[in-house]
């Protein structure tokens, strides 16, 4: 099953965030909870955890990209 990661709602105030680093490659197998990349904003930079156990399969947004809250970013398989 494929999970997709996406931009969490920060905020009333936050429209656009960054793709900061990645934290894990494509192929790495990522436990529940493991951070796989940082989201900057204008007002802080947090690390997002994986939902689930599995293997990173794509990355849809690079470092340096922008995104908002739904956007899907990344894929996980399950």
Do not use: N
Request: aromatic letters at 2%.
């Amino acid at each position: 099953m494929i999970i997709e990661i996406r931009v969490p709602d920060l905020g009333e105030s936050i429209s656009e965030v960054e793709i900061g680093e990645w934290l894990v490659g494509i192929g790495d197998t990522v436990h529940m909870d493991d951070s796989l990349v940082a989201i900057e904003s204008e007002k802080a930079t947090v690390e997002l955890p994986s939902p689930q156990e599995g293997v990173l399969v794509e990355i849809v947004r690079h470092q340096g990209e922008k995104a908002r809250s739904g956007d899907v970013i990344a894929r996980i398989r399950s």
